[in-house]
């Protein structure tokens, strides 16, 4: 294996933990990534990998040995870029709910058609990934930000709404204020942090107040919120960009427009610790191109 390859290979390592994940990354088999990493701590004499039962982790030697490869890496990339005027190579990326299908979807082929050598593994998910471990370039999430080790870029805001079906609103009745939800109900969309469900949010004279309304459905994706709104099964929260057909149809009756939730924040996320390869610095002027129109901003 040549010493970019070994480099890559090392880096890979760190980031997923794992000889076997990072050889399935590389399409190499795992007594070959072995063979490979024993080679390349032979020829640095010194040992970059701390290996247990239960965990793989850099050494000391090793965490300054990969800051230096990621940053070796990049500017190799940024290189070939400029030498062959082409961004190559695979852009893994993971979208929360259905921003993916709804907003990227639809404009990936003119991106993916400008930058033939580019393949882009899009995940589409509820929960929050650990970029590093999981092998991300970046993700894409909606609402406020923990603290992280993450680096965020601001792509916008989401409108939010409060919805019901006709059938839902013919049985429980047409709330008026978020303090005439007695005897209603909602579909309780399970938090993937805190796995609870989340409590409806209304604005009330530029306060957030916050609702709790029994549920008789649990769920934990978007789209299974939206199919049980559909049924009558409750008050839901969403975006409006979500129900924007429903809502022209009439199969969902927005509520409570007076006390609509705050806009929800949408944004990329990056590791900070890293420098960012071309493809991702690319993909991610392209979300602010791409996203920026169709996301309101405060």
Same mark, same amino acid.
């Given at each position: 294996?040549?010493?970019?390859?070994?480099l890559?290979?090392?880096?890979?390592?760190?980031?997923?933990?794992?000889?076997?994940?990072?050889?399935?990354?590389?399409?190499?088999?795992?007594?070959?990534?072995?063979t490979?990493?024993?080679?390349?701590?032979?020829?640095?004499?010194?040992?970059?990998?701390?290996?247990?039962?239960?965990?793989?982790?850099?050494?000391?030697?090793?965490?300054?040995?990969?800051?230096?490869?990621?940053?070796?890496?990049?500017?190799?990339?940024?290189?070939?870029?400029?030498?062959? /005027?082409?961004?190559?190579?695979?852009?893994?990326?993971? !979208?929360?709910?259905?921003?993916?299908?709804?907003?990227?979807?639809?404009?990936? #082929?003119g991106?993916?058609?400008?930058?033939?050598?580019?393949?882009?593994?899009?995940?589409?998910?509820?929960?929050?990934?650990?970029?590093?471990?999981?092998?991300?370039?970046?993700?894409?999430?909606? /609402?406020?930000?923990?603290?992280?080790?993450?680096?965020?870029?601001r792509?916008? !805001?989401?409108?939010?709404?409060?919805?019901?079906?006709?059938?839902?609103?013919?049985?429980?009745?047409?709330?008026?204020?978020?303090?005439?939800?007695?005897?209603?109900?909602?579909?309780?969309?399970?938090?993937?942090?805190?796995?609870a469900?989340?409590?409806?949010?209304?604005?009330?004279? /530029?306060?957030?107040v916050?609702?709790?309304?029994?549920?008789?459905?649990? !769920?934990?994706?978007?789209?299974?919120?939206?199919?049980?709104?559909?049924?009558?099964? /409750?008050?839901?929260?969403?975006?409006?960009?979500?129900?924007?057909?429903?809502?022209?149809?009439?199969?969902?009756?927005?509520?409570?427009?007076?006390?609509?939730? #705050?806009?929800?924040?949408?944004?990329?996320l990056t590791?900070?610790?890293?420098?960012?390869?071309?493809?991702v610095?690319?993909?991610?002027?392209?979300?602010?191109?791409?996203?920026?129109?169709?996301?309101?901003?405060?």
């Open positions: 294996m040549d010493r970019f390859r070994s890559e290979l090392f880096v890979r390592i760190v980031d997923r933990g794992s000889f076997t994940a990072a050889a399935s990354d590389l399409g190499i088999s795992r007594p070959v990534a072995t490979a990493i024993r080679m390349l701590e032979e020829r640095l004499g010194a040992r970059l990998l701390q290996r247990s039962t239960r965990q793989l982790r850099p050494t000391a030697e090793g965490e300054d040995y990969y800051r230096r490869c990621v940053a070796v890496l990049a500017d190799l990339e940024d290189a070939d870029r400029v030498a062959s /005027g082409a961004v190559t190579g695979t852009l893994r990326v993971d !979208v929360a709910g259905n921003l993916a299908r709804t907003l990227l979807l639809p404009a990936l #082929p991106f993916l058609a400008r930058h033939p050598g580019l393949i882009v593994y899009l995940g589409e998910g509820e929960r929050f990934v650990d970029l590093i471990r999981e092998g991300f370039d970046c993700v894409v999430r909606a /609402g406020p930000l923990d603290d992280s080790e993450m680096a965020a870029r792509l916008g !805001v989401m409108e939010e709404v409060t919805c019901a079906s006709p059938a839902y609103l013919a049985r429980h009745g047409t709330p008026v204020s978020p303090d005439a939800l007695d005897g209603h109900v909602t579909v309780g969309f399970v938090s993937s942090r805190t796995r469900p989340l409590p409806l949010e209304f604005s009330i004279n /530029g306060r957030l916050e609702v709790t309304l029994p549920a008789r459905m649990l !769920v934990n994706t978007s789209d299974m919120s939206a199919a049980a709104a559909l049924l009558g099964l /409750g008050l839901v929260q969403a975006p409006r960009y979500r129900f924007e057909e429903d809502l022209a149809s009439g199969a969902l009756v927005e509520v409570l427009t007076g006390f609509r939730p #705050p806009p929800t924040p949408v944004s990329v590791p900070s610790n890293r420098q960012l390869a071309p493809r610095r690319l993909f991610i002027a392209w979300l602010v191109d791409t996203l920026g129109p169709a996301l309101a901003d405060e």
